[in-house]
Structures are given as structure tokens and as C-alpha cells.
């Protein structure tokens, strides 16, 4: 099985194949209920058919990779993928990372703290700004205390609901039994500045009906480089919405970049 | 709507994706009753896509490269090859390693 022994932790990782020597593209996936195949299964064969070789893994936590107790903060997510692109031999020149909701913030931290290691963001409906951090852990603490006091995964198993059940079983595991609610709760929003920061090119696709749209304009007034597109008839779930004209995007730029990088 | 194995070889690759999806998901998926051809992955064993990964991860080290999970992605969505019985991935892994042999030859 495709585990890699990075910083100490087990994390899942596929890999799949590019042409030529390209930097990598780097998926992140999103929080709790997500985990690697939302990327396996959309983005990840077309941009690595397009040449590109592809990394996916899953957060600690998450989907097949260990899940210890803490270090759910955006420090040490920086610090697992800085370890697993060490592991694999990754981090010898910048890679793309493609990051999708939670995802995308912690591709964002990940430029702003380690620019070395960043060729190009693509931010897919992340997070950047407002009281979202307060909004989201809000909306984590009260499917929490769901999980914990109504046996949900139990219920739903005698139920026959078994899908839920292990879903709900996972989700109750991470809120319930790490620290990842008041590690997110403590991460300060992204400011303008931040922004201004960003030595790398960025594209941000976000849908037309997202309430986390102004976040992203604002990302896009204040960053050197960061193009917005903006896709019709979708809101938050644009990975699984909009997935055609997702892919048409990221494959654009990672095309014309490395078109421009081959210049 | 599930395809019955027909021959030994694809009886054999049955058995094998039994044990891989025991491997993968663990004791817990012998409660659900004995695997067979037509048990879904979907409904029958509530797979998640991220264990399909797992497990089409474990029949490319076993059958090669032909057996390619992505670019079966690329003609189906995740649901509905998740709605494919364990026969008929049986009689897919058949197909195409069988293929991939008479090209070969």
C-alpha cells in the first residue's frame, strides 16, 4: 500500500506519472470529510495525461494516513508536505499545489511561509478571509457534540445506513478525538497584506454562488499575480459541480506555465 | 444487472478481489456476509471512493499496468463504478489483462 514515512507520520500518497521533468502538481484536499480520491477522481488523471506528474496524499488524519491526536494547524500541515516532498525526493525545485476548499489554505500558508518550495496556488473555493475560521469551527463543534452525544455512527449503522455510519465513525474520530477544532480555531484570518506577500503566480477558481467569493476578489486586488475565474451555476462545490470547467483552468495554466518555464 | 463470471479465470480474480478488499477495509467487511460476484461495492459493501483507490491500487500491482483505475475514471464517474459489482470488475480485470497478453504475444 502506498504509505510514505514522512516526519515521523504515515501518510497516504498516490503518485502518478507525467512526461519529461515538470514540476510536480501537488493536491491538497479539503477538511474532515474529505481525503484524497475527491482529486483522484476528477483533476488528477487529466492533468497527469497532460504531462504533469501528479502527488496526491491525504492530510494527516484523513482518509488513509495515521491520525495522532494534534498538529492539526497550518505550521505542521506546512511541515508534513515540506517532510513527505523530502521523502519522495520532491524538493529539489517548486511544485504546483492545487489546493481544494481547506485545502487551498493551507497551499496558501504553504507560500507564504516556504516560497521556496511554490511554483504556482491554484485556489479552488478556499477560505481566505472574514470570520470564517470562527464560522467553520462553530459549524465543526456543533456536528461534534452531534456525533459524541447521539451515538450517530451507531445509529446509523443499525439503521443499515452503513456508508453514513463509517463516514459519520471518521468524522466523529477527528472532531472528537484530536485537536483539530481549536487547532483550526486558532489560526489568524488572512490579511491584505498576506496577499501582497505572494511571490508566485495564482489562480483562484471560485463559483458564482460562493459566499467565500469577496475573499478571493480581495485576493485577487491585493496579489502580484493571482487571476480569478469565476464559474457559473455553482457555489462552494465547484470540484464536483464544476468539474469540466474546473479542469479547463488548471490545465490552461499549468500549460501556458510550462509553456513559459520551456521558453 | 450483475455479470455472472463465466470462466475459471474470472472465478479466480473474484476470489482475489476478496481478499484485497478485506485488506484493504479490514474484519469489519466479514459482517456484511460472504463476497461473491454479484455483492456491489456500493450498496452491498458501502465502499468509499478512497478505499476504491486502495483497492484498484492493489489489482495494478497484481494484474499490471492494463488494469488502469484512471483511465476507467475517464469513461465512468466515481458512482458509477461504485455501482459495479465485484463480477463485473472481475470480468473488466479479465478483459483487459487478457488484452494486454494477446498484444504482447
Redesign the interface.
Known amino acids: 500500500?502506498?504509505h510514505t514515512s514522512a516526519g515521523g507520520l504515515r501518510l497516504?500518497t498516490?503518485r502518478?506519472p507525467g512526461r519529461g521533468d515538470g514540476p510536480t502538481v501537488v493536491f491538497l484536499h479539503g477538511l474532515v470529510m474529505d481525503?484524497?480520491?475527491?482529486f483522484?477522481?476528477t483533476l488528477?488523471?487529466?492533468v497527469?495525461?497532460a504531462g504533469h506528474p501528479v502527488l496526491l496524499y491525504?492530510q494527516r488524519g484523513h482518509?488513509?494516513s495515521e491520525r495522532p491526536p494534534a498538529g492539526y494547524d497550518r505550521d505542521t500541515a506546512v511541515a508534513d508536505l515540506t517532510a513527505l516532498l523530502a521523502a519522495l525526493g520532491l524538493d529539489r525545485r517548486p511544485v504546483h499545489l492545487v489546493g481544494n476548499s481547506y485545502g487551498g489554505v493551507l497551499a496558501l500558508h504553504t507560500a507564504l511561509r516556504r516560497p521556496d518550495l511554490v511554483a504556482s496556488l491554484v485556489l479552488i473555493d478556499a477560505q481566505l478571509t472574514g470570520d470564517w475560521v470562527e464560522d467553520m469551527t462553530d459549524t465543526l463543534s456543533v456536528a461534534a457534540l452531534g456525533l459524541e452525544h447521539s451515538g450517530l455512527p451507531a445509529q446509523l449503522a443499525a439503521l443499515g445506513r452503513?456508508?453514513e455510519?463509517?463516514?459519520a465513525a471518521g468524522a466523529d474520530a477527528l472532531l472528537n478525538h484530536t485537536s483539530l477544532i481549536e487547532d483550526i480555531a486558532s489560526a489568524p484570518p488572512f490579511t491584505a497584506r498576506d496577499f501582497a506577500r505572494l511571490r508566485c503566480p495564482v489562480l483562484a477558481v471560485y463559483g458564482a454562488h460562493s459566499e467565500l467569493l469577496p475573499g478571493a476578489r480581495e485576493l485577487a486586488r491585493s496579489a502580484a499575480d493571482c487571476e480569478l475565474c469565476v464559474l457559473p451555476g455553482v457555489g462552494h462545490t465547484v470540484l464536483n459541480e464544476a468539474t469540466d470547467g474546473l479542469c479547463a483552468a488548471v490545465l490552461t495554466r499549468l500549460g501556458a506555465r510550462a509553456g513559459a518555464v520551456a521558453g | 444487472m450483475a455479470a455472472e463470471p463465466r470462466t475459471e479465470r474470472t472465478r479466480t480474480i473474484v476470489d482475489e478481489i476478496t481478499d484485497m478488499l478485506v485488506s484493504v477495509v479490514g474484519d469489519e467487511l466479514l459482517v456484511v456476509g460472504e463476497i461473491g460476484p454479484a455483492t456491489t461495492f456500493n450498496d452491498d459493501l458501502a465502499l468509499e471512493s478512497i478505499e476504491f483507490v486502495a483497492l484498484a491500487e492493489l489489482l495494478q500491482e497484481r494484474y499490471g499496468p492494463s488494469v488502469d483505475f484512471l483511465g476507467f475514471l475517464a469513461e465512468k464517474d466515481i458512482d458509477q463504478i461504485l455501482a459495479m459489482s465485484v463480477g463485473e470488475l472481475a470480468v473488466y480485470v479479465d478483459r483487459v489483462t487478457t488484452a494486454g497478453r494477446a498484444c504482447a504475444s
Request: glycine share 8%.
Open positions: 500500500m502506498a497516504h498516490q502518478l481525503n484524497l480520491s475527491s483522484y477522481c488528477a488523471g487529466p497527469s495525461r491525504d482518509g488513509r452503513r456508508k455510519a463509517r463516514l
